[in-house]
Nanobody, 120 residues
Framework: QVQLVESGGGLVQPGGSLRLSCAAS????????MTWYRQAPGKQRELVAS???????NYADSVNGRFTISRDNSKNTGNLQMNSLKPEDTAVYYC??????????????WGQGTQVTVSS
């Protein structure tokens, strides 16, 4: 069974930076897309950024120019570099991976979420 483990969340002051990581472990799983979402209290989950093999990178307007998504195919990991953080970026951040398992089956796996709090 494949698991996604997230790390890197925490408390940061406005204007600061954080780097979130998402690593796949367990069974064979070849990732072809990774997406970061976030959910603030009382709000719906929203897409933050995605990186898809052969299709490129996409950012939400609210984070474009401040966040950078990346992926390391050799390590089956992904990162979200967040700069110039604002209080409105406060949320639980989730990574989602689309990939193919050892039997050639398409699977979607979610991380457990990591809290990001931007406050002075």
């Amino acid at each position: 069974q494949v698991q996604l483990v997230e790390s890197g969340g925490g408390l940061v002051q406005p204007g600061g930076s954080l780097r979130l990581s998402c690593a796949a472990s367990g069974s064979i799983f070849s990732i072809y897309a990774m997406t970061w979402y976030r959910q603030a209290p009382g709000k719906q989950r929203e897409l933050v950024a995605s990186i898809i093999s052969g299709r490129g990178i996409n950012y939400a307007d609210s984070v474009n120019g401040r966040f950078t998504i990346s992926r390391d195919n050799s390590k089956n990991t992904g990162n979200l570099q967040m700069n110039s953080l604002k209080p409105e970026d406060t949320a639980v951040y989730y990574c989602k991976a689309n990939g193919v398992d050892g039997l050639g089956r398409d699977k979607v796996v979610w991380g457990q979420g990591t809290q990001v709090t931007v406050s002075s």
